[in-house]
């Protein structure tokens, strides 16, 4: 496949999407009452799809892949051989037609159509995509569809197929090789006949009201029957039966025998047979016996059957079933059957023989059983009988249930699992098979809330017990499975944090004494050679006793007091709806700290530490050079760009402007030393221990939440491998202590521990606290505090308004954290626990993923806001925005003319600046979870009492009512549902429980939107104005990427395919009037050309009194065949005297249209290319035209 083409119709997918977005052209909104939308059956993975206009896209792998759109206005209500573009009244002229060839495929547009059909070629016949097609039988004795031997290999799918009351719906006579595929058969004497056919595929359909389903008599052997739509189940061996699907029930309500089997050597899995009077039927041939019969019967659901599985003279291996609410499970009369591994409905099967007496007793009435073995009469006489055949069921499937965890916190939730796949002798029997998906499970509890009713997966069914609001108890679990139920129990406890301070600092309030050896060994010395009381004195000093030998200079000190290093615990009571926790450190004297821990505004523990080198060495330096060393510590911390201090220094000493970094220290102490006479050995002092004087201080918490995880990436194109560290429990922070105040103490590190969902009356709670801070270290604290709450405050808002948006609902079950840390080094806010923010949340799998995506999106920009919000410095300098926002600064970053990367590694994808590891943006595809990592960090703005004053005012003004929410918020929290919503619109696809469209689709071209739509939501005219100076172009930004994710080749057929599916789902069809194709320009339309290098250009003025706008619209790519147009839309509005320009993109298919709304001067306009006809612009007052045709030579 030609990369080009690829790239050219993918380019016009990501405009689509970046339109969507809201950057450029909305979608019409009427697409989403007429799209095609793919349904999940509960019971299995079957998918249907529901009426809806067909729009059919043929994204193939040729060398010349096109996005093809069929012309709506040349079908009618005819059969078409779309090989030949020949259409005609019936099906069967259309088959009986000499122009029709083997191969052909024949389509059908929507309506009934009574006939019965004799297909004698081979041929696909199906309806128009979506369409809805009934075929009824003009004679009612004969099949609907009649397949004969030339007609093999012929496909037959989509149908609603009835009215054969006197016969079948298909037919299959010798016909080898065909596919029924997804037809509703209903109201016939048999639904599907197969007389002396093999190897046909019976798939997915909808068999229901015939007297007979399936009908496979003896002659008919070696066939097979594929599973659901997407080929879940696949075996091996001939011939097969497998799933034919109605509604909920397969083969319902059958008058005699769901599958009737007379053959041989049959396979029948992954079926739902229901309500028959025989649901499966086994019979031999009469001459070979039950040894000469190899039947397998895997992973079906037999229920309300009088029979589930009747026997006779037969053998066979039944497997994984689920065997329920029949009068008789398995019958067997005359037969051998291993019937292992299957799950009879409860935990202990009814077996029954049959009463030798009950042939002789009229009134014997068998009772229902799970599995009955009648008797064989024998020499004359029952009472000599013995049971007619054979049956293994021993060991059988049984219902289990676990909950993890059994013990959980206040807040916190458990995941419950039924659980099928063990048997009554403990065997994990899944490596061998599981039961049939979709079986329902039903939960219930006694506290909290937990979803009911699941349904089982390879043979387990999961769901999520909620604990809200409840403080401690026991909470019983029951799981039932048909007649069985099973119980567990979740224990509830309060919650609780383990925070530790730990340093190298000297704790001065403990400590021990150490028996110095060397002094011992001194004394016993000089004892031994003066007084020879060797084993006395010895004895003397161990206890420590005083010795009687005291003569003046002889007796060292024997014991020395050694500090312990810092270590201090504190359980923290999680109980509240917010916990705020503060570890602030103060000097009080030289290298002398007092270190507190503060537990909602209360000092619950004081220590005070010391510097271990600073007690060894303080005798033998003067105190000035203790104080430069403490200088020099504190100004070294942080990296030059971000050091003001530092760069004073080097603007007002002309000898250090061309230093280097490495060269800065040893010019700085040379300016030392001159300044404060030191002496060579002094300034080599400070050199080479200065850093001795520097003690860490960790802190760390243990908490009931998410663990943290470390994820190792590797850049595709230089091999560098980079290890990444999520947040999550424990948490773990290291503040260096250099011992120096800032504004009254060192250094503050505040978290604020949301335990439910942080609302305007938590944070008024807090407010209201204000005035108990006096100025200085505890206001410092609290401000902090109160600054990680908003944060908090500020996702949770997000997420209320993402959940209304996508239709979730969501809910705290574990603990959300935030730090703000202001120590010697940085200041900064961050999150601490997972970004998932411990929300569970319930909805459809697409909605929740846009929902994560969300709300993780809004993650770092909410960082950036609330922090440039209170700081009195520029934060929205490219440096600081780096530095606050993860996010904001890739966007600078990419602005600035730096070159991105995007690649796949570990399951995530990953976006970050080549050459850079700094600031890492990843996104879990599976989940929609963006996670931000910055490696580095620098900036210090000191928290004074300021600051914590505009904290106070910020927490003020957020509040969750709409009319008064700051604009800014409101900004990122509608960029970031605004993408999300990308992911609801297209919905997903899923196969084999993988997100497919999401993963595959949406999740790169996301993240190719994120830097863009944030920047341009936050900072309009950036983009424009980084265009203009010739830093960014969008195409240069994009298909790089793209190329880079996808390879050369770009993404895989299937992804093509599944590319076809979302389409199909998105647009609708416009086909404009002759009408509105013949009215004249308007007067102020100014004109078309084309421009130098083949773009076509539109220019329109238009305008109200006083507000002057110019309109110019581009086609900037198109693919070879000219069906889709990439416009580049632009619109230079004034305002007053100044000039507003946007540019938005849109991609524009033949008859559709797509409206874009320009909020500077609020006009929608509509754009509209009729096939072949030029462009149509319309606005919500003036109509614009141009006919001016676009040809390939013109690109």
Same mark, same amino acid.
């Given at each position: 496949?030609?990369?080009?083409?690829?790239?050219?119709?993918?380019?016009?997918?990501?405009?689509?999407?970046?339109?969507?977005?809201?950057?450029?052209?909305?979608?019409d909104a009427?697409?989403?009452?007429?799209?095609?939308?793919?349904?999940?059956?509960?019971?299995?993975?079957?998918?249907?799809?529901?009426?809806?206009?067909?729009?059919?896209?043929?994204?193939?792998?040729?060398?010349?892949?096109?996005v093809?759109e069929?012309?709506?206005?040349?079908?009618?209500?005819?059969?078409?051989?779309?090989?030949?573009?020949?259409s005609?009244?019936? /099906?069967q002229?259309?088959?009986?037609?000499?122009?029709?060839?083997?191969?052909?495929?024949?389509?059908?547009?929507?309506g009934?159509?009574?006939?019965?059909?004799?297909?004698?070629?081979?041929?696909?016949?199906?309806?128009?995509?979506?369409?809805?097609?009934?075929?009824?039988?003009?004679?009612?004795?004969?099949?609907?569809?009649?397949i004969?031997?030339?007609?093999?290999?012929?496909?037959?799918?989509?149908?609603?197929?009835?009215?054969?009351?006197?016969?079948?719906?298909?037919?299959?006579?010798?016909?080898?090789?065909?596919?029924?595929?997804?037809?509703?058969?209903?109201?016939?004497?048999y639904?599907?006949?197969?007389?002396?056919?093999?190897?046909?595929?019976?798939?997915?359909?909808?068999?229901?009201?015939?007297?007979?389903?399936?009908?496979i008599?003896?002659?008919c052997?070696?066939?097979?029957?594929?599973?659901?739509?997407?080929?879940?189940?696949?075996?091996?061996?001939?011939?097969?039966?497998?799933?034919?699907?109605?509604?909920?029930?397969?083969?319902y309500?059958?008058?005699?025998?769901?599958?009737?089997?007379?053959?041989l050597?049959?396979?029948?899995?992954?079926?739902?047979?229901?309500?028959?009077?025989?649901?499966?039927?086994?019979?031999?041939?009469?001459?070979?016996?039950?040894?000469?019969?190899d039947?397998?019967?895997?992973?079906?659901?037999?229920?309300?059957?009088?029979?589930?599985?009747?026997?006779y003279?037969?053998?066979?291996?039944?497997?994984?079933?689920?065997?329920?609410?029949?009068?008789?499970?398995?019958?067997? #009369?005359?037969?051998?059957?291993?019937?292992?591994?299957?799950w009879?409905?409860?935990n202990?099967?009814?077996?029954?023989?049959?009463?030798?007496?009950?042939?002789?007793?009229?009134?014997?009435?068998?009772?229902?059983?799970?599995i009955?073995?009648?008797?064989?009469?024998?020499?004359?006489?029952?009472?000599?009988?013995?049971?007619?055949?054979?049956v293994?069921?021993?060991p059988?499937?049984?219902?289990?249930?676990?909950a993890s965890?059994?013990?959980?916190?206040?807040?916190?939730?458990?995941? &419950?699992?039924a659980?099928?796949?063990?048997?009554? /002798?403990?065997?994990?029997?899944?490596?061998?098979g599981?039961?049939?998906?979709?079986?329902?499970?039903?939960?219930?509890?006694?506290?909290?809330?937990?979803t009911?009713?699941?349904?089982? %997966?390879?043979?387990?069914?999961?769901?999520?017990?909620?604990?809200?609001?409840i403080?401690?108890?026991?909470?019983?679990?029951?799981?039932?499975?048909?007649?069985?139920?099973?119980?567990?129990?979740?224990?509830?406890?309060?919650?609780?944090?383990?925070?530790?301070?730990?340093?190298?600092a000297?704790?001065h309030?403990?400590?021990?004494?150490?028996?110095?050896?060397?002094?011992?060994c001194?004394?016993?010395?000089?004892?031994?050679?003066?007084l020879?009381?060797?084993?006395?004195?010895?004895?003397?000093?161990?206890?420590?006793?005083?010795?009687?030998?005291?003569?003046?200079?002889?007796?060292?000190?024997?014991?020395?007091?050694?500090?312990?290093?810092?270590?201090?615990?504190?359980?923290?009571?999680?109980?509240d709806?917010?916990?705020?926790?503060?570890?602030?450190?103060k000097?009080?004297?030289?290298?002398?700290?007092?270190?507190?821990?503060?537990?909602?505004g209360?000092?619950?523990?004081?220590?005070t530490?010391f510097?271990?080198?600073?007690?060894?060495?303080?005798?033998?330096?003067?105190?000035?050079?203790?104080?430069?060393?403490?200088? &020099?510590?504190?100004?070294?911390?942080?990296?030059?760009?971000?050091?003001?201090?530092?760069?004073?220094?080097?603007?007002?000493?002309?000898?250090?402007w061309?230093?280097?970094?490495?060269?800065?220290?040893?010019?700085?102490?040379? @300016?030392?030393?001159?300044?404060?006479?030191?002496?060579?050995?002094?300034i080599?002092f400070?050199?080479?221990?200065?850093?001795?004087?520097?003690?860490?201080?960790?802190i760390?918490?243990?908490?009931?939440?998410?663990?943290?995880?470390?994820?190792?990436?590797?850049?595709p194109?230089?091999?560098?491998?980079?290890?990444?560290?999520?947040?999550?429990?424990?948490?773990?922070?290291?503040?260096?202590?250099?011992?120096?105040?800032?504004?009254?103490?060192?250094?503050?590190?505040?978290f604020?521990?949301?335990?439910?969902k942080?609302?305007?009356?938590?944070?008024?709670?807090?407010?209201?606290?204000?005035?108990?801070?006096?100025?200085?270290?505890m206001?410092?604290?609290?401000?902090?505090?109160? /600054?990680? @709450?908003?944060?908090?405050?500020c996702?949770?808002?997000?997420?209320?308004?993402?959940?209304?948006?996508?239709?979730?609902?969501?809910?705290?079950?574990?603990?959300?954290?935030?730090?703000?840390?202001? #120590?010697?080094?940085?200041?900064?806010?961050?999150?601490?626990?997972d970004?998932g923010?411990?929300?569970?949340?319930?909805?459809?799998?697409?909605?929740?993923?846009?929902?994560?995506?969300?709300?993780?999106?809004?993650?770092?920009?909410?960082?950036?806001?609330?922090?440039?919000? /209170?700081?009195?410095?520029?934060?929205?300098?490219?440096?600081?925005?780096?530095?606050?926002?993860?996010? &904001?600064?890739?966007?600078?970053?990419?602005?600035?003319?730096?070159?991105?990367?995007?690649?796949?590694?570990?399951?995530?994808?990953?976006?970050?600046?080549?050459g850079?590891?700094?600031?890492?943006?990843?996104?879990?595809p599976?989940t929609?979870?963006?996670?931000?990592?910055?490696?580095?960090?620098?900036?210090?703005?000191?928290?004074?009492?300021?600051?914590?004053?505009?904290?106070?005012?910020?927490a003020?003004?957020?509040?969750?009512?709409?009319?008064?929410?700051?604009?800014d918020y409101?900004?990122?929290?509608?960029?970031?549902?605004?993408?999300?919503?990308i992911?609801?619109?297209?919905?997903?696809a899923?196969?084999?429980?993988?997100?497919i469209?999401?993963?595959?689709?949406?999740?790169?071209?996301?993240?190719?939107?994120?830097?863009?739509?944030i920047?341009?939501t936050?900072?309009?005219?950036?983009?424009?104005?980084?265009?203009?100076?010739?830093?960014?172009?969008?195409?240069?930004?994009?298909?790089?990427?793209?190329?880079?994710?996808?390879?050369?080749?770009?993404?895989?057929?299937?992804?093509?395919?599944t590319?076809?599916?979302?389409?199909?789902k998105?647009?609708?069809? &416009?086909?404009?009037?002759?009408?509105?194709?013949?009215?004249?320009?308007?007067?102020?339309? %100014?004109?078309?050309?084309?421009t130098p290098?083949g773009?076509?250009?539109?220019?329109?003025?238009?305008?109200?009194?006083? #507000?002057d706008?110019?309109?110019?619209?581009?086609?900037?790519?198109?693919?070879?065949?000219?069906?889709?147009?990439?416009i580049?839309?632009?619109?230079v509005?004034?305002i007053?005297?100044?000039?507003?320009?946007?540019?938005?993109?849109?991609?524009?298919?033949?008859g559709?249209?797509i409206?874009?709304?320009?909020?500077?001067?609020?006009?929608t306009?509509?754009f509209?290319?009729?096939?072949?006809?030029?462009?149509?612009i319309?606005?919500?007052?003036?109509?614009?035209y141009?006919?001016?045709?676009?040809?390939?030579?013109?690109?």
């Amino acid at each position: 496949m030609n990369k080009i083409p690829r790239t050219l119709i993918f380019m016009g997918l990501f405009v689509t999407i970046f339109a969507v977005a809201g950057i450029a052209v909305a979608a019409d909104a009427t697409s989403q009452d007429r799209a095609v939308s793919m349904q999940q059956s509960k019971n299995d993975s079957v998918y249907t799809a529901s009426q809806g206009t067909r729009e059919q896209y043929d994204v193939n792998g040729t060398d010349n892949p096109e996005v093809m759109e069929q012309d709506n206005t040349s079908r009618i209500s005819d059969p078409k051989n779309i090989n030949t573009g020949i259409s005609y009244t019936t /099906i069967q002229a259309a088959i009986d037609d000499p122009l029709t060839l083997d191969g052909h495929t024949i389509e059908v547009e929507a309506g009934t159509y009574t006939e019965n059909v004799v297909v004698n070629k081979k041929l696909t016949i199906r309806p128009f995509s979506g369409e809805v097609v009934t075929v009824q039988a003009l004679d009612p004795s004969k099949p609907v569809f009649t397949i004969t031997a030339a007609g093999s290999g012929s496909t037959i799918e989509g149908f609603t197929i009835n009215g054969a009351t006197g016969s079948y719906g298909i037919y299959l006579d010798c016909a080898n090789n065909c596919t029924i595929n997804n037809n509703i058969i209903t109201g016939n004497c048999y639904g599907i006949y197969l007389y002396n056919s093999s190897n046909n595929k019976i798939a997915g359909n909808m068999i229901k009201n015939n007297e007979r389903g399936i009908y496979i008599p003896a002659d008919c052997t070696d066939w097979e029957e594929y599973a659901d739509y997407y080929n879940l189940y696949q075996y091996l061996g001939d011939p097969e039966l497998e799933p034919i699907w109605w509604d909920e029930y397969w083969f319902y309500q059958t008058h005699y025998s769901g599958i009737s089997s007379t053959s041989l050597n049959n396979r029948i899995s992954g079926n739902n047979i229901n309500d028959n009077n025989y649901g499966i039927y086994l019979q031999s041939d009469g001459y070979s016996g039950p040894d000469g019969d190899d039947n397998h019967i895997i992973e079906n659901n037999i229920v309300s059957n009088d029979y589930g599985i009747y026997v006779y003279n037969s053998a066979g291996n039944v497997h994984f079933n689920r065997i329920t609410e029949n009068y008789f499970g398995l019958y067997i #009369d005359k037969g051998r059957i291993n019937a292992t591994n299957n799950w009879w409905s409860s935990n202990n099967p009814a077996f029954v023989v049959e009463p030798w007496w009950s042939r002789n007793d009229p009134n014997y009435v068998a009772e229902p059983s799970d599995i009955y073995i009648t008797r064989e009469y024998y020499d004359g006489s029952w009472r000599d009988s013995w049971p007619s055949g054979e049956v293994e069921y021993d060991p059988w499937l049984i219902l289990q249930m676990n909950a993890s965890p059994d013990q959980i916190y206040k807040l916190g939730n458990s995941t &419950i699992t039924a659980d099928l796949t063990h048997n009554n /002798i403990g065997e994990d029997t899944l490596s061998k098979g599981h039961v049939p998906d979709g079986i329902p499970v039903k939960f219930s509890t006694n506290m909290g809330t937990i979803t009911t009713p699941v349904y089982t %997966m390879n043979g387990k069914a999961t769901g999520t017990l909620l604990l809200e609001n409840i403080l401690s108890g026991t909470a019983n679990i029951t799981a039932t499975v048909d007649k069985q139920s099973v119980s567990a129990t979740v224990t509830r406890i309060p919650a609780k944090g383990i925070l530790t301070i730990r340093s190298t600092a000297l704790d001065h309030n403990s400590g021990h004494w150490e028996f110095n050896w060397d002094a011992f060994c001194e004394l016993e010395e000089k004892a031994w050679a003066e007084l020879g009381m060797g084993i006395d004195v010895y004895c003397y000093m161990m206890y420590g006793d005083p010795l009687a030998y005291d003569e003046p200079g002889l007796m060292p000190e024997l014991w020395d007091y050694c500090y312990d290093p810092l270590t201090l615990s504190y359980e923290i009571p999680l109980n509240d709806p917010t916990i705020w926790v503060s570890v602030l450190w103060k000097e009080t004297g030289m290298f002398r700290e007092e270190v507190d821990l503060i537990v909602n505004g209360n000092v619950v523990a004081s220590k005070t530490v010391f510097n271990a080198a600073y007690l060894y060495y303080r005798h033998s330096y003067s105190e000035n050079v203790f104080k430069q060393i403490r200088y &020099i510590n504190q100004l070294f911390l942080k990296p030059i760009e971000s050091n003001l201090p530092l760069q004073l220094i080097i603007a007002s000493n002309p000898q250090l402007w061309n230093f280097t970094d490495n060269q800065l220290e040893d010019g700085i102490l040379a @300016l030392v030393k001159e300044q404060n006479n030191f002496t060579d050995s002094e300034i080599a002092f400070i050199k080479n221990y200065r850093r001795y004087f520097i003690d860490p201080l960790i802190i760390s918490i243990f908490y009931p939440g998410k663990s943290a995880q470390t994820i190792t990436i590797t850049d595709p194109d230089d091999g560098e491998t980079l290890n990444l560290n999520f947040p999550g429990n424990p948490i773990l922070r290291v503040s260096p202590m250099v011992y120096m105040n800032g504004d009254g103490y060192e250094g503050v590190r505040s978290f604020a521990i949301a335990t439910t969902k942080v609302t305007d009356s938590v944070v008024q709670y807090w407010l209201d606290k204000k005035s108990l801070y006096q100025p200085g270290a505890m206001k410092a604290a609290y401000g902090t505090f109160l /600054i990680s @709450l908003l944060m908090i405050k500020c996702h949770d808002m997000v997420a209320d308004q993402a959940a209304a948006k996508f239709n979730v609902t969501w809910t705290r079950t574990s603990m959300a954290v935030f730090s703000v840390c202001d #120590d010697a080094r940085d200041t900064y806010l961050t999150g601490e626990s997972d970004h998932g923010m411990g929300m569970t949340v319930i909805g459809a799998p697409e909605n929740v993923w846009a929902f994560r995506f969300a709300c993780s999106l809004a993650y770092s920009p909410l960082e950036h806001w609330v922090m440039s919000s /209170i700081m009195p410095v520029n934060m929205t300098s490219p440096f600081t925005l780096q530095v606050s926002s993860v996010t &904001i600064g890739l966007c600078y970053r990419i602005l600035n003319g730096e070159i991105p990367e995007m690649f796949m590694s570990n399951g995530y994808i990953v976006f970050k600046m080549k050459g850079k590891d700094d600031l890492i943006l990843l996104l879990d595809p599976e989940t929609g979870i963006v996670r931000d990592i910055m490696t580095s960090l620098c900036g210090v703005y000191c928290f004074h009492d300021q600051i914590t004053d505009r904290s106070i005012q910020l927490a003020e003004s957020l509040k969750s009512n709409l009319n008064v929410r700051p604009d800014d918020y409101d900004s990122i929290s509608d960029v970031s549902i605004s993408l999300g919503s990308i992911v609801a619109m297209f919905g997903t696809a899923v196969s084999e429980g993988k997100t497919i469209v999401t993963a595959e689709l949406l999740s790169p071209l996301l993240f190719l939107l994120i830097p863009l739509k944030i920047l341009d939501t936050l900072k309009p005219g950036s983009i424009a104005e980084s265009e203009r100076n010739g830093l960014f172009n969008s195409t240069n930004y994009i298909l790089p990427l793209m190329s880079q994710y996808w390879g050369e080749s770009g993404p895989s057929q299937w992804f093509w395919d599944t590319l076809k599916e979302s389409l199909e789902k998105y647009y609708h069809d &416009i086909t404009p009037s002759q009408s509105d194709l013949e009215k004249e320009q308007p007067a102020n339309f %100014m004109g078309s050309s084309m421009t130098p290098d083949g773009n076509f250009m539109i220019f329109v003025y238009g305008g109200d009194e006083g #507000d002057d706008s110019w309109f110019h619209y581009k086609v900037v790519r198109t693919p070879p065949n000219n069906d889709c147009w990439v416009i580049e839309c632009s619109v230079v509005y004034y305002i007053g005297d100044k000039s507003y320009r946007e540019t938005q993109y849109a991609v524009l298919l033949p008859g559709r249209s797509i409206s874009v709304l320009y909020e500077g001067d609020q006009h929608t306009f509509k754009f509209k290319i009729p096939k072949n006809q030029g462009v149509i612009i319309e606005s919500s007052t003036i109509t614009y035209y141009c006919f001016q045709k676009m040809t390939n030579s013109n690109i």
